[in-house]
């Protein structure tokens, strides 16, 4: 039986016939637009994963760079002052690839850091990091997210430093934090594959916990009796016993138990390694 130029075999309508009769009638708003993605969804024309991320480009267009910008007071910085030594290690304690370079004061910001570049710095000769560092990006803060990923995109930028209406710097975004918000958290080599258990032992005898690990399930798996009540999850409990948020490698010993942060932003923990006195035995 012959198959025509659609993809359809004889009478049966092939995907694009499909689709096409969904959208024989333009959809008068973003509402009805999304009703016939649903209905696709519905119809297996589309995979959820496929209706999340058409989710989340259209809803890009409504969020501004201010909803989701790290703020001023949590960005991690590198002084144009620094030492070669300084500036590796806020590099090997907060594990970022970029960093903006500030002269003395926050709000003087001159620049952008990429650690990669560092690689190329010779130990022998002095190190001026002024000659390191390249070009900013400034953004107001009302700027829509499709706008600002269509921006780095052509700039090949993946941050952008963003500034209030007085001009005074309000914090950064990068090309991560945008994409995010149309696909989903971006997981990377630090973090547990999505089909993994929340707690997991690590090739090294350590157990990787994740930070939205319920205290419950946590509690049942040491053997613990951390309180529930003010904190749902164990992310939430390691943030109370810091009083702020903690950076990588950062320690901190609750009854018995040393909790080690793996991996986190400035805006969360994600990661925690748990260290547990030997002779407490294993988790079940």
Do not use: C
Request: proline share 4%; glycine share 6%.
């Amino acid at each position: 039986m012959d198959k025509d130029n659609t993809g359809s075999t004889g009478n049966k309508p092939g995907l694009l016939e499909r689709i096409s009769a969904f959208l024989v009638h333009e959809p008068e708003d973003r509402e009805q637009l999304m009703q016939l993605l649903h209905s696709a969804h519905q119809r297996a024309l589309l995979d959820a994963d496929a209706l999340s991320i058409i989710e989340g480009a259209l809803a890009a267009s409504e969020v501004r760079v201010r909803d989701v910008m790290v703020p001023r007071m949590l960005m991690e910085v590198v002084d144009a002052n620094d030492s070669f030594d300084e500036v590796i290690g806020r590099v090997n304690r907060t594990a970022h690839s970029r960093f903006p370079v500030i002269n003395d004061s926050a709000d003087n910001v001159i620049g952008i850091l990429l650690a990669k570049d560092l690689l190329r710095v010779a130990r022998d000769a002095p190190f001026t990091l002024r000659d390191w560092i390249r070009p900013a990006v400034f953004i107001p803060e009302f700027k829509r997210l499709d706008v600002l990923l269509r921006e780095f995109r052509v700039s090949r930028n993946h941050m952008a430093i963003v500034i209030d209406e007085y001009a005074g710097i309000a914090g950064l975004i990068t090309i991560e934090d945008v994409l995010e918000q149309i696909v989903g958290e971006i997981e990377d080599e630090y973090d547990f594959d999505e089909a993994d258990d929340n707690i997991q032992l690590d090739q090294n005898g350590q157990y990787r916990v994740k930070a939205h690990t319920p205290v419950a399930d946590f509690n049942a798996a040491f053997g613990s009796s951390f309180s529930d009540e003010s904190f749902q999850t164990i992310g939430g409990l390691i943030l109370h016993h810091f009083g702020r948020l903690p950076q990588f490698n950062e320690t901190v010993t609750i009854d018995g138990l040393t909790f080690q942060v793996l991996r986190a932003d400035n805006r969360r923990i994600y990661t925690l390694v748990v260290v547990r006195p030997e002779q407490a035995g294993t988790p079940e």
